[in-house]
């Protein structure tokens, strides 16, 4: 009875005193940067949390010799990315990146006294490529920032399993095929008829989300895309493995096509000559004597942007300020104006600035929400740009405006190195016009009669700093 009730108490202490960390699983696991091995100690592992791989952020970060600040009271680490600064809290999604702050899918934690991040985070924040081979647990890391090109050597922690293909989608001109490891693609453009084909080497079909045929063959639905005939995916060979996908399209001049792969998904985007998705560009300011000016509503179609406190995606108001725009200054007989989207479409971040720069443009605005679930109180109007000092007085001029017609705190001007600002060559800013998140900016930014005065305030300062009267 004693032995009974003595095990009994044991087994209440361990409950109490060595809680679940939620639905976290750890094993061994290995994270090879730039293809070198990362000594990881003992204690620290790559764990998986509610389905999302989460690394150890200060191992990373050192290795990248990157400056790494632990605040214990604050639960805060600070790493200085050359001029960039990342603050990320423990059991915090909101993190800092650059004085702007974004939202991470899951919060920091501290497991084994070492903070752990989403590795999406680091793809996406840290200027690294990402994969994760679920099978062999390992993080592959490449830092896009270097010229050296990773070499992973057989017996040296490189895969030798197969990948796995989990899901193939075509929407607004991308090709995204998620896989649970590394698979290198082999791309090829073939005629009669035109048509873009993906070779995976080394992989099969795993739990995939799309139906397969007995055959291990599936199409996809188009119909959607008039210059696209079919997307279809088949095993192509079985020993070793092969997956291919095929993109048949249809009364096309060219294809172009850019790959990025970003965690676990090989993202094509393809720019096919005469599609009606992909934005086409107008005659160029060298051409027709006008200032060319691009307005760029942020977001759109399976991209919704944050979400506001009485649940509307940002996509949603970011179009329809953007349209207002749009109609004040199609009237201006010395501007050409451009939009990324007139709907609900989703152009890529690249696709915007090759679009911009394809067409020599004058100035670029790019509108935006923001937004901050955590600090509902948080309000006000700001305005970033990108190291120009031509970007910098467009965002002055306009900020300005602004302000005075949303009538909301002055956040002020503030240099950020967002892609669409960044990778322009025009003088560009990027507007976070209100807090979607708080009462007040949000029953104001969703005014119409508001959005006018905002509409009107920036077409007004584009064409202040273009001298147009």
């Given at each position: 009875?004693?032995?009974?009730?003595?095990?009994?108490?044991?087994?209440?202490?361990?409950?109490?005193?060595?809680p679940?960390?939620?639905?976290?699983?750890?094993?061994?696991?290995?994270?090879?940067?730039?293809?070198?091995?990362?000594?990881?100690?003992?204690?620290?592992?790559?764990?998986?949390?509610?389905?999302?791989?989460?690394?150890?952020?200060?191992?990373?970060?050192?290795?990248?010799?990157?400056?790494?600040?632990?605040?214990?009271?604050?639960?805060?680490?600070?790493?200085?990315?050359?001029?960039?600064?990342?603050?990320?809290?423990?059991?915090?999604?909101?993190?800092?990146?650059?004085?702007?702050?974004?939202?991470?899918?899951?919060?920091?934690?501290?497991?084994?006294?070492?903070?752990?991040?989403?590795?999406?985070?680091?793809?996406?924040?840290?200027?690294?490529?990402?994969?994760?081979?679920?099978?062999e647990?390992?993080?592959?890391?490449?830092?896009?920032?270097?010229?050296?090109?990773?070499?992973?050597e057989p017996?040296?922690?490189?895969?030798?399993?197969?990948?796995?293909?989990?899901?193939?989608?075509?929407?607004?001109?991308?090709?995204?095929?998620?896989?649970?490891?590394?698979?290198?693609?082999?791309?090829?453009?073939?005629?009669?008829?035109?048509?873009?084909?993906?070779?995976?080497?080394?992989?099969?079909?795993?739990?995939?989300?799309?139906?397969?045929?007995?055959?291990?063959?599936?199409?996809?639905?188009?119909d959607?895309?008039?210059?696209?005939?079919?997307?279809?995916?088949?095993?192509?060979?079985?020993?070793?493995?092969?997956?291919?996908?095929?993109?048949?399209?249809?009364?096309?001049?060219?294809?172009?096509?850019?790959?990025?792969?970003?965690?676990?998904?090989?993202?094509?985007?393809?720019?096919?000559?005469?599609?009606?998705?992909?934005?086409?560009?107008?005659?160029?300011?060298?051409?027709?004597?006008?200032?060319?000016?691009?307005?760029?509503?942020?977001?759109?179609?399976?991209?919704?942007?944050?979400?506001?406190?009485?649940?509307?995606p940002?996509?949603?108001?970011?179009?329809?300020?953007?349209?207002?725009?749009?109609?004040?200054?199609?009237?201006?007989?010395?501007?050409?104006?451009?939009?990324?989207?007139?709907?609900?479409?989703?152009?890529?971040?690249?696709?915007?600035?090759?679009?911009?720069?394809?067409?020599?443009?004058?100035?670029?605005?790019?509108?935006?929400?923001?937004?901050?679930?955590?600090?509902?109180?948080?309000?006000?109007?700001?305005?970033?740009?990108?190291q120009?000092?031509?970007?910098k007085?467009?965002?002055?001029?306009?900020?300005?405006?602004?302000?005075?017609?949303?009538?909301?705190?002055?956040?002020?001007?503030?240099?950020?190195?967002?892609?669409?600002?960044?990778?322009?060559?025009?003088?560009?800013?990027?507007?976070?016009?209100?807090?979607?998140?708080?009462?007040?900016?949000?029953?104001?930014?969703?005014?119409?009669?508001?959005?006018?005065?905002?509409?009107?305030?920036?077409?007004?300062?584009?064409k202040?700093?273009?001298?147009?009267?």
């Open positions: 009875m004693k032995k009974t009730i003595l095990l009994l108490f044991l087994s209440l202490f361990l409950l109490v005193v060595l679940n960390q939620g639905n976290a699983a750890a094993s061994t696991s290995k994270i090879f940067l730039d293809g070198e091995e990362l000594i990881l100690p003992s204690d620290v592992q790559v764990t998986i949390v509610n389905k999302n791989v989460m690394i150890p952020i200060r191992v990373v970060a050192e290795n990248l010799k990157f400056k790494v600040d632990w605040n214990q009271n604050a639960r805060n680490v600070k790493i200085q990315q050359n001029d960039k600064t990342i603050s990320l809290t423990v059991d915090q999604k909101q993190a800092m990146v650059a004085d702007k702050q974004v939202t991470l899918n899951t919060a920091p934690l501290i497991l084994n006294n070492t903070m752990v991040v989403p590795i999406r985070f680091v793809s996406e924040q840290m200027g690294l490529n990402v994969k994760w081979n679920n099978k647990k390992i993080v592959y890391l490449i830092n896009t920032d270097t010229s050296k090109e990773p070499t992973i017996g040296n922690g490189s895969p030798t399993s197969l990948t796995h293909v989990t899901d193939i989608q075509f929407a607004n001109n991308q090709l995204v095929v998620s896989m649970d490891g590394e698979s290198k693609p082999v791309m090829t453009t073939l005629k009669n008829p035109d048509r873009l084909v993906v070779d995976l080497p080394g992989a099969v079909f795993g739990d995939l989300s799309q139906p397969l045929n007995q055959n291990m063959n599936g199409k996809l639905d188009v959607a895309y008039p210059n696209v005939t079919e997307v279809r995916y088949s095993l192509f060979k079985q020993d070793p493995g092969q997956v291919r996908i095929v993109v048949e399209l249809n009364h096309v001049k060219d294809v172009q096509y850019s790959q990025n792969i970003i965690a676990d998904k090989l993202i094509i985007d393809l720019n096919v000559s005469g599609d009606n998705v992909t934005p086409v560009p107008v005659t160029p300011v060298g051409d027709s004597g006008r200032k060319v000016v691009v307005i760029d509503p942020g977001h759109g179609g399976r991209d919704p942007g944050s979400t506001s406190i009485t649940n509307k940002e996509k949603e108001y970011n179009l329809a300020l953007a349209l207002k725009v749009q109609a004040l200054l199609l009237n201006e007989p010395d501007i050409e104006l451009v939009m990324t989207r007139d709907g609900d479409t989703y152009p890529t971040r690249p696709e915007r600035v090759q679009l911009a720069n394809q067409l020599n443009a004058d100035v670029f605005v790019s509108i935006h929400g923001n937004n901050v679930e955590s600090s509902p109180q948080a309000t006000g109007t700001e305005t970033f740009y990108y120009r000092s031509s970007s007085e467009l965002a002055n001029i306009i900020h300005q405006r602004l302000v005075k017609a949303m009538g909301l705190k002055d956040r002020g001007v503030k240099n950020g190195n967002l892609e669409v600002i960044r990778d322009t060559t025009m003088p560009a800013v990027l507007l976070e016009v209100g807090f979607l998140s708080n009462v007040m900016d949000e029953e104001l930014m969703s005014s119409d009669v508001v959005q006018m005065k905002a509409a009107q305030a920036i077409a007004d300062g584009i202040e700093y273009l001298g147009i009267n």
